[in-house]
Structures are given as structure tokens and as C-alpha cells.
């Protein structure tokens, strides 16, 4: 059984890719790179990324260490990542990282839940958006709010704008600092 019922493959991840990787991430994530390679999950939200591909890019901007492993990415500019033992959600965006689950338990499920996509990760937004440029953004694209939400921006699909997504992390990360942590049990999501 797929660990993503549905998912739009965009391109393979090279098996010396996987192979480094392999002790790094849970078996389950493992899966997902072998069976899906790089693609959409579901409607486009959520990607599943290269992972030596998005960690290039986050050690740049964002300054990440090799223990931090992106897994996913949103058309937000969010990014999912592995640090053992816990999936993290960092919300550039809005300026905050929490932890989103414990190992891989329940990790599949959760980020798969209507209600965490539409409260967590603006899924309606999301919905919005797709309809008003005519489709989802490519991997590296994602939406931008314009003005930056750390800067006054509204959460409105008027406000989005197509870019290329790290560019707008390190546009985030440069004028509205890096996230700050919340660990607190109301913010947990597992």
C-alpha cells in the first residue's frame, strides 16, 4: 500500500539520495521517497521534496544544520522537517515552529486530516488561490502574501502572488526574523 493514496509524482529521487538518507529519516518517509519520488500529495498543498534538494537550500537561507531533513513543503512556503524524533511544522509565514508528531506515528493521517489542512495549513486559502491562478504552483513556487504577514499582510487570496519559494523564505527570514519555537500542549497537533 502507497504511503499517499493520492500523489502526483513530478520526478524521482535519485536512489544515492535515498540511500543517504535512509538512517536520517524514518522507514515510513523512506517509502515515500522509493515509492513517489518527488510530487504533489493530494490537491498540491502539500509536496513531498528532494530532501539533499531542499536541504541545500535551507542550509543557505536559513542557516539549518544537517540533523534538520525537510520532508514536505506547502504552496505556503511552509516547510515539514525531520529531526529526530519528531516531525516539525515550520510556519515562516507566520513566524512560528511546533512539533507536529512524535516518530512517524500518525504522521500520514495527520497532515492528511481535512481539519489540519484547513486550520493548520489554510487549506480553503489554498483552494482560493489554485482558483485564482489557474492551477498549483510548481514544486519551488509557492504563494506569497504581499505585504509579508510578519510585516501586516492579510491572510486573503488577494493578497497572494506567485514566487519562487526560497527566495521568498529568505525574504521572510531577512525582514521578520527567524520563527520562534512553540512547544506549548495547545499548540501540539498529534
Known amino acids: 500500500m502507497p504511503v499517499w493514496e493520492k500523489f502526483t509524482t513530478v520526478a524521482e529521487i535519485a536512489p544515492e539520495t535515498i540511500e543517504h538518507y535512509r538512517e536520517l529519516v ?5 517509502q515515500a521517497y522509493t515509492e513517489h519520488g518527488t510530487g504533489f500529495i493530494g490537491n498540491g498543498l502539500l509536496r513531498l521534496v528532494d530532501p539533499a534538494y531542499a536541504s541545500e537550500h ?3 537561507i536559513a542557516h539549518v544544520g544537517d540533523h534538520v531533513v525537510p520532508i514536505l ?6 516547510v515539514i522537517y525531520w529531526v529526530e524524533p519528531f516531525f516539525f511544522l515550520a510556519s515562516y509565514r507566520w513566524g512560528v515552529v511546533d512539533i507536529l508528531a512524535y516518530k512517524d506515528d500518525n504522521f500520514v493521517q495527520l497532515v492528511t ?4 489542512i484547513n486550520n493548520v495549513l489554510s487549506g480553503k486559502l489554498y ?7 489557474g492551477g498549483a504552483p510548481d514544486l519551488n513556487t509557492c504563494y506569497a502574501h504581499v505585504p509579508l504577514l510578519g510585516l501586516g499582510g492579510r491572510e486573503d487570496v488577494t493578497m497572494l ?3 519562487d519559494m526560497w527566495i521568498h523564505l529568505q525574504l521572510i527570514l531577512q525582514t521578520c526574523g527567524y520563527p520562534r519555537e512553540v512547544w506549548r500542549e495547545e499548540t501540539r497537533h498529534d
Not at 524514518?26 to 523512506?30: A, Q, S
Not at 513543503?73 to 511552509?78: E, H, Q, R, S, V
Not at 483552494?127 to 491562478?133: I, L, S, T, Y
Request: hydrophobic residues 35%; proline residues 11%.
Open 26 to 30: 524514518p522507514p515510513l518517509i523512506v
Open 73 to 78: 513543503t506547502t504552496a505556503f512556503g511552509d
Open 127 to 133: 483552494e482560493q488561490a489554485v482558483q485564482r491562478f
Open 58 to 60: 535551507l542550509r543557505e
Open 161 to 163: 502572488d506567485p514566487c
Open 113 to 116: 486530516k481535512q481539519d489540519f
